[in-house]
């Protein structure tokens, strides 16, 4: 396996890193609302690709439709945690009040 024999000094890595360019998206305006939006992407304004409405709300619907025991658990855990949050903004919320009553 070959292995250089010196190591590459900055200026050499950088003039090879020179074409490493980020390039801007490519926007467009939508057709039917006006807004700036990403090409060849649905408006997140009015749900629209080339002019037609897009049927999102169906799929979501669709999912919606369908129970799944594993999210029911995961719904009852996001719960207790923002329980605990809340708990927490609540101590940091007590602990300012006293900082300011001492000044």
């Known amino acids: 396996m070959a ?18 360019k980020a ?3 490519t ?3 939508c057709p039917n609302c006006g807004a700036t939006v990403l090409a060849h992407t ?3 304004e009015c ?4 002019g037609q409405p897009v049927k999102l709300a ?3 619907a669709a999912v ?3 129970p799944a025991k594993k999210t029911t658990k995961k719904a009852s855990t996001a719960k207790k945690s923002t329980k605990k949050a809340e708990v927490v903004e609540e101590v940091k919320a007590e602990e300012t ?6 000044e």
């Open 3 to 20: 292995v250089p024999k010196k190591r590459t000094g900055h200026s050499a890595q950088g003039s090879r890193r020179a074409n490493w």
């Open 47 to 50: 749900g629209t690709y080339k």
């Open 58 to 60: 169906d799929k979501a």
């Open 97 to 102: 009040k006293e900082e300011k009553t001492e």
């Open 23 to 25: 390039t801007k998206p």
């Open 27 to 29: 926007t467009a305006k």
């Open 64 to 66: 919606a439709e369908k």
């Open 42 to 44: 649905v408006c997140t």
